[in-house]
């Protein structure tokens, strides 16, 4: 009797130098999935040998039909969203709006099958829904408020104290995230991000809108938090319908630029309130697929606080044992029918992750002293990364000691 094929998945991002999710491909074509990418020519996993397939990203073409012409070439079974713009993006059509027709049912039960739960996953696609939720299970966030004016904002530091974290609702990737100390900082990037958005492309004014069309006529919307003084966390997160696959915590122990940024170096870590807190968002979301909530541990009693979500694969999403349970095979596992095999296992320890150290500190201290999470399996993305990062290979010889003979 021969073995069934591959099932086929399909990641989709507009995206170019998302570094983290780029090495999604490869861990999910090594865990028995079969790989294609909507994405543009120029990204980081349009690049990946774990690719069987790259649909190029056309700016000027429609979304919609675009997506339907490419789900009926591939007919994947699941569809990944790597960024948030089109992860709510989808969940729209989900749920049955964004212009999917009648006969479009096929794309429609895909898309089912792949973001979960279409009306109840809908709190993943924003920071204020998603801490309200939170705070329904009883899972501890920051003292959050919401405001349409830097007038009001300044009125609640004033009362409640300051520092205070000022957060856009599209934020990403640690942009649209101010620490402010004071009232002359928090005016300042205000203003900042209200003199960025008239210059924003038609595409990204577009985003806005498929986020929140309301919020987008009104102006605005942005969060003051109250500041927690502690370590940023991670969970990267995969489920399937609702119930929790498996998971990875990371502390993080260097960012670019520091505490708001990218993580460079990580610290893998149990802990079991972060875990919990991330099982309960899962099954009161109905989720499926890959995510990443973020916490801020704080000092001097290590509790967490949800911070928010995001509803697309991190960057150690696609790690394999023994550093951690292997989530993309726990992903193929469950959607089998099977039962994952085997308890998550997270033995602690430093990871520093490939390129991002590297480019923050060609002469880090931590690259002798951590595992690099280099991605020897996957030449080709080796060779895109140096060729878009001439310092790259530089940096390399310089630590040659902490990557392998052939790196």
């Known amino acids: 009797m021969s073995n ?36 543009p020519d120029e990204s980081f996993i349009a690049k990946s040998g774990g690719l069987a397939r790259h649909y190029p990203w056309q700016t000027e073409a429609n979304w919609h039909w675009e997506l339907l012409r490419i789900v009926a070439d591939w007919d994947p079974r699941l569809v990944i969203p790597a960024d948030e713009t089109l992860a709510v993006y989808l969940r729209k059509l989900a749920r049955g709006s964004g212009g999917l027709r009648r006969e479009d049912r096929r ?39 919401v405001f349409r004016s830097p007038d009001a904002a300044v009125v609640h530091g004033h009362a409640f104290g300051w520092p205070l974290v000022l957060k856009d609702e599209s934020a990403a990737g640690g942009r649209g995230v101010a620490i402010c100390p004071n009232e002359a900082a928090l005016r300042t990037a205000w203003a900042q991000w209200n003199a960025d958005r008239p210059s924003r492309s038609l595409k990204a004014r577009l985003r806005e809108w498929i986020k929140d069309p309301r919020a987008a006529l009104a102006g605005p919307r942005r969060s003051v938090q109250r500041f927690i003084s502690g370590r940023p966390a991670f969970h990267a997160v995969v489920a399937w319908q609702g119930r929790r696959l498996g998971g990875i915590t990371a502390v993080v122990e260097v960012a670019n630029p520091p505490v708001t940024g990218p993580s460079c170096v990580v610290r893998i870590k149990n802990l079991p309130e972060i875990s919990e807190a991330s099982e309960k968002l899962v099954e009161a979301t109905g989720m499926t697929g890959f995510a990443g909530f973020d916490f801020m541990v704080e000092d001097g009693t290590d509790q967490a606080y949800l911070l928010e979500c995001n509803p697309r694969p991190t960057p150690v999403s696609h790690l394999q044992a023994p550093v951690a349970a292997n989530l993309c095979r726990r992903l193929h596992t469950a959607m089998a029918g099977e039962e994952p095999v085997g308890e998550e296992s997270f033995p602690e320890q430093l990871l520093v992750l490939f390129p991002q150290e590297l480019l923050r500190d060609p002469a880090s201290a931590y690259l002798p002293q951590a595992r690099v999470d280099y991605p020897a399996t996957d030449p080709a993305l080796v060779a895109a990364l140096k060729a878009h990062y001439p310092e790259l290979s530089q940096a390399m010889a310089g630590q040659r000691a902490c990557f392998p003979p052939d790196a």
């Open 107 to 145: 794309m429609r039960c895909i898309l089912r099958e792949s973001l979960g739960h279409p009306r109840r996953s809908a709190a993943l696609d924003g920071k204020i829904q998603l801490q309200a939720l939170a705070r329904s299970l009883g899972i501890r966030t920051p003292d959050d408020h």
């Open 4 to 39: 069934p094929p591959p099932p086929r998945v399909l990641i989709v991002t507009m995206k170019k130098w998302w570094l983290g999710v780029a090495r999604l491909p490869m861990a999910l074509r090594e865990a028995g999935f079969e790989v294609a990418a909507w994405c």
